[in-house]
């Protein structure tokens, strides 16, 4: 939660485009401003809102043009009122104003309008003179997503103390290839220092960056060392993704700043291909390295047609990874979308044995996995998707971690969840328990038939008995848009097979909570901006896995 700082832009179409006076132009900015400061209300207490609330007065409204280098602030109306600050005389001056702009724009002499209102000043006074330095920003936003109240490292996180601890958050990570992995970070507290042992909260794992420093612009500027508050740069540690905190040795009991929940399971997957086809043989080790940089993408080259595969948690995240590794150098065209099903029993599996004669024999019971499974204490876990939930558990104690024959059993499970038994689709939340184990193996080139047929059998004829249906992704959305467009919006969600569950209002707001199938899902971005002019907000969501057909001519569960 950030104080906002509102800049009304795109003024010059208003005249130009739509042929507004300087009063309707004026009714339109304030209009604009009492539907943001609507949306405000949403998100802050009545407190709040009387101090945050963008207007002239405040130091945080500024109305202009970027693509004419133009904008009015408090400052500038001060100086057409003489210094009086009374809302009638700037009012008076703010009218007065536009319509000075508006002759300026019939004479086709917008270019004056730059050398006397520079946007430049305007916005930059604004965010000086409203946006919190971060030792005042965080004594309020750290309460808001940080679990540690009470704790010993409070009072540095809170003052954003230099001489404590260090403590990083990770905000973005891009790839580099003479840098490796260079990760943003925002420095809560401590000083960054280079070379300095730095703990990732969440693997546990202590590593050394091998630069650390400021970002100007598109430049990295390296440093010794970067005090709290700053937002910087660290290159040299692995294993990083978006929402990781890293702290100094010895800080380790600090809880995290924060733990973002990623979409475990990619719901849609496009084909991709470089934009210059005579990049194709280099660009599978670039794009590889960026997806690993994203725990809700994935990257993977189909072994029997060599399509490139781009996997992710829907269409807008996969045209946000598309546009960042443009940015770097990766310049790639996507193909037509595929929604990802899955397959999943809908209940517990029977025991069932597979293996006969001189081939091994296993007796495998499949079961759901729960969200709060001891995995365990179930026995031995041999393998495992954590995308997918699926594990692979010994309960028998007849098979060795380190024993050759755990390649050909781990074979024989990856080949069940990746091709199911009902329509050869993934599977998902499996557990597969080997109850009892009879290996045995003349040589490696009868591995399949002696050890990996037998179990794939078992396996599936135990899957089988747990009445597995095969699942589409849903989405779950949140809308929040002016009274005028709920009706238009819940027409959209209704045309794409969409389940509107809730509608309330909030102050000048209206709240849709809603569900859409993924495969309805593309497209809704732009048609739900160009239905309500850009006035509606949503996000989105995971809203788990239903039977095909859920919400048209049946109904079911979520899984």
Known sequence: MVRPVLLVNKVDRLFNERRLNSERVAEEINKTVREFNAMLGKYLGDELLEEWEVSFNKSSLCVGSALDKWGLDLSVLKDRTGGSETPSDLASAFLEILQEIEDTYSKEAEETLAKKYPIAKVVLDSV?????????????????????????????????????????????????????????????????????????????V??????????????????????????????????????????????T????????????????????????????????????????????????????????LLSGAGEL???????????????VILGTPMV????????????????????????????????????????????????????????????SPHGEELAYIREAFRSVIRRGPVAG????????????????????????????????????????????????????????????????????LARRKGLVHEIDSERSLYRIIAEIPVRESFGLANEIRTSTSGWATWGARAGGYRER?????KEGETY
């Open 206 to 251: 202590t590593g050394k960056t091998l630069q650390v420093g400021l970002f100007m612009s598109k430049s990295r500027i390296a440093l010794p060392e970067v005090p709290a508050g700053n937002l910087a740069f660290i290159t040299g540690i692995r294993d990083l993704v978006v929402g990781d905190t890293l702290v100094t040795e010895g800080t």
């Open 340 to 399: 990802l099903l899955k397959e999943q029993m809908t209940s517990e599996g029977t025991t069932f044995t597979g293996g006969e004669g001189e081939s091994s024999s296993f007796s495998v019971r499949a079961i759901l996995r729960g969200d709060d499974q001891q995995l365990e204490s179930l026995g031995t876990i041999l393998d495992s998707d954590l995308q997918l939930g699926c594990y692979l558990i010994d309960q028998s104690g007849r098979i």
């Open 253 to 308: 009991d600090v809880p995290p700043l924060m733990e973002l929940q990623y979409p475990t399971e990619p719901v849609v997957t496009y084909t991709i291909e470089p934009r210059q086809l005579s990049q194709l043989s280099e660009i599978q080790t670039p794009i590889t390295e960026f997806a690993a940089t994203d725990p809700a993408l994935e990257f993977e080259v189909n072994p029997e047609t060599g399509e490139m």
């Open 128 to 204: 000086v003179k409203i946006v919190p330095n971060p030792s005042v920003a965080q004594s309020y936003r750290l309460p808001l997503f940080w679990t540690g109240q009470g704790t010993k490292q409070e009072k540095n996180l809170l003052t954003c103390s230099s001489k404590g601890p260090t403590v990083l958050l990770v905000g973005d990570i891009q790839p580099d290839r003479h840098a490796g992995l260079v990760a943003a970070v925002r420095v809560f507290s401590g000083t960054l220092e280079r070379a300095k042992p730095l703990v990732n909260l969440r693997t546990g």
């Open 425 to 492: 689709e993934r599977m998902r939340q499996l557990m597969v328990l080997i109850e009892k184990a009879d290996i045995r193996m003349e040589t490696p080139e009868t591995s399949w038939r002696d050890v990996t047929q037998p179990l794939l059998q078992a396996i599936r004829g135990s899957i089988m008995t747990g009445d597995p249906k095969v699942l589409e992704p849903w989405v779950r959305l949140e809308i929040n848009t002016p009274e005028e467009h709920v009706g238009e919006l819940t027409a959209i």
């Open 549 to 553: 057909g859920y919400g048209e001519t």
């Open 317 to 331: 995240h996969i045209e946000v990874s598309v546009a960042k590794m443009a940015r770097i150098g990766i310049d």
